[in-house]
């Protein structure tokens, strides 16, 4: 409908220019020409950005999108603001006690956390006491040693295989880039984590073997609710409520998919405090430079004779 009205709309542009260009001087047959052809292309550019981008129709309903999460004021978010370390290391714990046990951590090794969350010691410790395939011998026989802090942090399972009949078929996904893969990062993550109602609302259809959480796109989660209040015990003391441990896990998976926050944030400012010096110090030059040519007066005085 709206192309049959877009292209009667040009049809009527184009026979009254036409109609104006007939009775026009010749000298003016080239700005008709002219007009003409900018009326149909702004006529034609405007049909199309309305087809592209004023169609209401999505391919989706919301309900397959998922509820939208609310924003939250993550300390990390602001400009000169970075990681609360001591959330992360909670943030750690929680995800050893509690999510490792399905979701892997692949591309975090031991070494990334000396420092953030965790001591050169500490972390050692935490590596040692997971065995990792060793080198062949001269046998062909692969035998086990003590984790070192470049090795990654293992995963639950030896492979996809596993982890899908370990789970019903439902793959874990990795806990690697999940903030950065999910649109509303560590919003979505923690209403996910939070978001399990006690009973799911009127009306909503859950497959056998689901949970309902509407913040999952189709309202239907394999993984249950797994946080609990006291489910943890915090090494500092801090209450392990169920959104405290949210905030804190997600808070550790932000670090995990963005660990140079930090550093970027420092040398950002960094380089905003040496270009605002360099611009000031430019515009000082500039015009102590060019103020006596712009503001001098030139005279012309005609010879005597």
Known sequence: MFNRFASS?????????????TQAA?????????????????????AWYVQLYGNPVKAVTMAEHGLHPAEYPWPHNGL??????????RGFQVYQEVCASCHSLNLVAWRSLVGVTHSATEAREMAEA?????EPND?????????????????????????????????????????????????????????????????????????????????????????????VEYDDGTPATTTQMAKDVTSFLNWA????????KQAGLKVLTATAALWAMA???????????????????????
């Not at 709309?9 to 260009?21: D, H, L, M, N, W």
């Not at 295989?161 to 690697?176: H, I, M, T």
């Not at 998919?257 to 970027?264: C, K, M, S, T, V």
């Open 9 to 21: 709309s040009i049809k009527r542009v184009s026979e009254r220019i036409a109609g104006f260009s």
């Open 26 to 46: 010749p000298s003016q047959s080239r700005t008709t020409k002219q007009a003409v052809a900018a009326s149909l292309a702004a006529v034609g550019l405007g």
């Open 80 to 89: 000169t603001q970075g990681f609360d370390h001591q959330s992360l290391r």
């Open 130 to 134: 997971v065995e990792y395939d060793s």
């Open 139 to 231: 046998e062909g026989e692969i035998e086990k040693r003590p984790g070192k802090l470049s090795d990654k942090i293992p995963g639950p399972y030896p492979n996809e295989q596993a982890a899908r009949a370990a789970n019903q078929g439902a793959l874990p996904p990795d806990l690697s880039l999940i903030v950065k893969a999910r649109h509303g990062a560590c919003d979505y993550v923690f209403s996910l984590l939070t978001g399990y109602p006690d009973e799911p609302p009127a009306g909503a259809v859950v497959a056998p073997g689901m949970n309902y959480n509407p913040y999952f796109p189709g309202g239907g989660i394999a993984m249950g609710r797994v946080l609990f209040d006291g489910l």
């Open 257 to 264: 998919a963005e660990p140079e926050l930090d550093q970027r």
């Open 283 to 305: 515009l000082w030059v500039k015009r102590f430079k060019w103020t006596p040519i712009k503001t001098r007066q030139v005279f012309y005085k005609p010879p005597k004779n």
